[in-house]
Structure formats: C-alpha cells, structure tokens
C-alpha cells in the first residue's frame, strides 16, 4: 500500500504532514505533478513525478499507476471517482474522504458549479484551507495509517 499526492494543488502543511508520517510510518508516498516537486533529503520513501505538462495528466498517471488499497490525496472530483473504482481510498487536503456513496454527488456538484460559472456566475471558489482541515487531513491520515500492518 502507498500513497499518491496529486501534488499540483498539494498546500505546503498537508505535504508536511504527509513527508512525516511516511519517515513515521516507513509509507511510501509518491507526488505526482506537471512541475518538479522539491522535497527534503532524509525521505528514504518519499519520490516526486513530474510529468509532462498538459490536461490531467498528472491525474492520468496516478489513476493508470494506483493499486486496490492505495491512498490517493487529491481535490480533482473526477481522478476520485476514477481511482475509487479501482478499489483505492481518497481523501482531500480537507480531510474529507471520497467514498463510493459519496462521489456522485460530488460529481454532480462539481458539474453544476461549472455550468454556472459557465453562464457567467461567480461562485468565490472554496474559502482557505485553515488550522481545522489541517488538523482533520492529519487526523484522517492517522485513522488510515493505523490501519496498515
């Protein structure tokens, strides 16, 4: 079992928290983004990817790469859905986890809230990430950790 970042959009304290729990845990962790991903020396099981740049395809390879069991960390609805069909679990920098039961109506969400945009609304866009997602992404992860043998 590993965990893939969707690390284009990754915020700087859930990387944090993810570079120590693999030195914690010994979990392998692979950033995946379109632009080189700097990471400290001393993560023996930490790896970055960077692909080429273009339409989801940082998405692509993490959807073609992940495994049954796998963690993926990413806020793209649809890489979600894609990787939870394929058996592995999801959860977003806000410490939410995407299931099965939940995904499609993010899906409809995410499409409506295109739509709109669309015609022209202005929707804000999601407030800041902030102390209490932080602290609820570390609590998730530390729930799915345990879980590991």
Same mark, same amino acid.
């Given at each position: 079992?590993?965990?893939?970042?969707?690390?284009?959009?990754?915020?700087?304290?859930?990387?944090?928290?993810? !570079? *120590?729990? %693999?030195?914690?845990? @010994?979990?392998?962790? $692979?950033?995946?983004?379109?632009?080189?991903?700097?990471?400290? =020396?001393?993560?023996?099981?930490?790896? @970055? !990817?960077?692909? %080429? %740049?273009?339409? &989801?395809?940082?998405?692509? +390879?993490?959807? /073609?790469?992940?495994?049954?069991?796998?963690?993926?960390?990413? =806020? &793209?609805?649809?890489?979600?859905?894609?990787?939870?069909?394929?058996?592995?679990?999801?959860?977003?920098? *806000?410490?939410? @986890? +995407? $299931?099965? /039961?939940?995904?499609?109506?993010? !899906?409809?969400?995410? &499409?409506?809230? /295109?739509?709109?945009?669309? @015609?022209?609304?202005? %929707?804000?866009?999601?407030?800041?990430?902030?102390? *209490? &997602?932080?602290?609820?992404?570390?609590?998730?992860?530390? *729930?799915?950790?345990?879980?590991?043998?």
């Amino acid at each position: 079992m590993q965990i893939w970042v969707d690390a284009d959009a990754c915020p700087r304290p859930i990387k944090e928290i993810l !570079l *120590r729990a %693999s030195k914690r845990k @010994s979990v392998a962790i $692979t950033f995946v983004a379109n632009h080189a991903i700097p990471l400290p =020396q001393g993560y023996p099981h930490v790896r @970055s !990817l960077t692909v %080429s %740049s273009g339409f &989801d395809v940082a998405d692509d +390879l993490i959807e /073609e790469q992940v495994l049954e069991k796998d963690l993926v960390i990413t =806020q &793209d609805i649809p890489l979600a859905d894609a990787v939870l069909t394929k058996g592995a679990k999801v959860i977003n920098t *806000r410490g939410q @986890s +995407l $299931t099965k /039961e939940n995904i499609k109506q993010r !899906l409809n969400m995410r &499409d409506f809230m /295109e739509t709109m945009r669309a @015609s022209g609304v202005q %929707s804000g866009g999601p407030k800041a990430l902030g102390p *209490r &997602d932080i602290q609820e992404f570390a609590n998730v992860l530390d *729930r799915w950790l345990a879980k590991l043998k």
